[in-house]
């Protein structure tokens, strides 16, 4: 019978392959989930599988390609599949010499009939819907099918969290993680969801949300894992009132555990805070990116208005709930008072969690077009592992700047600096930021954490250093 082994590089918890696993498992067939190949080829080459699967981001790429390669070099007769976002839009990646099969978009069905009629002969799974399949010199170009509906998301099998017991950081880890929906109903200029959608117009519907009954009872299966906290890691958790009211009425019943979530401060008002603080919410997401209302709405083309920020954050200080908030700097024509101006608004608000980004332009965003018209330049795959690192703008004294107000980013917000400083400090020629930065970085990243969801500090330190390890 036909096996898969998913294989990543992150120590975390990742529920996609959780899901696939799960949903393959269902329906007999072997799949597993494994961190760090290179510790386990050996186990590997006794019983090779089918199949090795990855699922990646842009940033992962290189990673992606040398892995294959690895597991060219070890089990030649495996063959290996990549999915998830750089994939699907850039399927092209199949053309890499060591990549056999690309999944474009959701994966659960082509896989599973990969599994099913797989031979030893590409010709057996030819015709499978999203799939791009190399053949020799031939690239077949599978259409993707239909998306799953909110009735079969709703009958998938729980996320299989049982791959990660073998590393103890992840089975103790006392923070989980859990999926409501899928699909994102705004176009953000930094990300692929216009491509997304693009990509299956007429394929079914794109916005689509479980069942309450069916989140309520996988996280009842939790409880085996001794869970502390839980985080809802959905793109705008709040896409309907009526549902998350119905949410909230079984999670306070039938869970009471503290929770947070993610969605658009056009959706927060106190109505909505009421209900979720009432269920057990400690802390939400949302993001500002800009605090030029004119960058955010015109450049990023995130619908958000800065009276909708102060509306978000004024309900939730009112119900006192916590809240993160995501914002970037790296626009090449970005100038310092555009900058500053994202600080004031975080300072106006009270952020409790300030995070900032760096602007990474990944290739097939809209935003990367407008930074070609902007430059000239055509940044192609050029971009760092994180956008926490730095900016890839050419020119040194302009990245620099990027880099020292973003690391410097949450001081300047919770210090409450002024302009002037903000100034001073940004254009330091000798602050060394970057030989400190990391340091500071984990450092308060630990401490937020720590603060967010009860988490100790010593469950930090263990996760910090296994992942070190890898």
């Known amino acids: 019978m036909n096996?898969?082994?998913?294989?990543?590089?992150?120590?975390?918890d990742k529920l996609g392959p959780m899901i696939l696993t799960a949903y393959l498992k269902a329906n007999g067939?072997?799949?597993?989930?494994?961190?760090?190949?290179?510790?386990?080829?050996?186990?590997?080459?006794?019983?090779?599988?089918?199949?090795?699967?990855?699922?990646?981001?842009?940033?992962?790429?290189?990673w992606v390609i040398s892995t294959a390669r690895y597991i060219r070099e070890n089990l030649p007769g495996s063959k290996i599949v990549l999915g998830g976002p750089h994939p699907t839009f850039f399927p092209q990646i199949v053309e890499q010499p060591d990549i056999d099969i690309v999944c474009v978009g959701e994966g659960e069905k082509p896989l599973l009939q990969v599994l099913k009629n797989y031979d030893g002969s590409i010709s057996s799974i030819k015709d499978v819907p999203n799939l791009w399949i190399k053949d020799g010199d031939t690239i077949i170009k599978n259409d993707v099918g239909q998306l799953l509906t909110e009735e079969e998301l709703s009958q998938l099998p729980f996320a299989d969290r049982s791959h990660y017991d073998a590393?103890?950081?992840?089975?103790?880890?006392?923070?989980?993680?859990?999926?409501?929906?899928?699909?994102?109903?705004?176009?953000?200029?930094?990300?692929?969801?216009?491509?997304?959608?693009?990509?299956y117009k007429g394929h079914g519907k794109i916005i689509r949300q479980r069942s309450v009954e069916s989140v309520i009872n996988e996280i009842k299966e939790l409880k085996k894992y001794g869970w502390k906290t839980l985080e809802i890691i959905d793109d705008q958790f709040l896409l309907s009132k009526d549902w998350v009211r119905e949410f909230c009425d079984k999670y306070t019943k039938e869970i009471a555990r503290p929770f947070a979530c993610i969605s658009s401060a056009k959706q927060i008002d106190s109505e909505v805070v009421g209900m979720l603080k009432k269920a057990g919410c400690v802390i939400m997401y949302f993001a500002i990116e800009s605090g030029v209302e004119k960058i955010r709405r015109e450049i990023y083309n995130k619908p958000v208005t800065n009276n909708d920020i102060y509306r978000a954050a004024d309900a939730?200080?009112?119900?006192?709930?916590?809240?993160?908030?995501?914002?970037?700097?790296?626009?090449?024509?970005?100038?310092?008072e555009d900058i500053y101006e994202t600080v004031r608004i975080?300072?106006?608000?009270?952020?409790?969690?300030?995070?900032?980004?760096i602007l990474q332009p990944y290739p097939g965003t809209h935003i990367a077009e407008i930074i070609r018209k902007q430059t000239g330049k055509d940044f192609g795959n050029k971009f760092t592992y994180s956008y926490f690192?730095?900016?890839?703008?050419?020119?040194?004294?302009?990245?620099?700047?990027f880099n020292n107000a973003q690391k410097l980013f949450g001081y300047?917000?919770?210090?409450?600096?002024?302009y002037d400083k903000f100034v001073r400090l940004v254009k330091h020629p000798v602050l060394h930021i970057d030989r400190l930065y990391p340091l500071v970085f984990y450092w308060n990243f630990g401490r937020d954490i720590k603060d967010r969801y009860g988490i100790g500090w010593l469950s930090?330190?263990?996760?910090?250093?296994?992942s070190k390890s890898k």
């Not at 096996?3 to 975390?12: M, W, Y």
């Not at 494994?34 to 990855?54: S, T, V, W």
């Not at 690192?389 to 700047?401: A, N, V």
């Open 167 to 199: 590393y103890p950081v992840l089975r103790n880890n006392p923070h989980k993680k859990v999926w409501t929906s899928r699909g994102c109903p705004f176009n953000c200029s930094y990300c692929f969801n216009h491509a997304y959608k693009k990509i």
């Open 346 to 357: 975080n300072q106006s608000i009270k952020a409790t969690y300030p995070v900032c980004s």
């Open 412 to 418: 300047f917000v919770k210090s409450d600096v002024k």
């Open 316 to 336: 939730l200080h009112s119900h006192n709930v916590s809240f993160v908030t995501f914002n970037m700097v790296g626009l090449p024509d970005e100038s310092l």
């Open 3 to 12: 096996k898969i082994v998913f294989l990543q590089k992150e120590v975390e």
């Open 389 to 401: 690192q730095s900016s890839i703008i050419d020119d040194p004294d302009k990245r620099r700047l």
């Open 460 to 466: 930090l330190l263990r996760y910090w250093l296994y």
């Open 29 to 62: 067939f072997d799949a597993e989930i494994i961190i760090n190949p290179q510790r386990h080829i050996r186990e590997l080459k006794k019983n090779p599988p089918a199949f090795i699967g990855m699922s990646l981001c842009s940033p992962s790429v290189n």
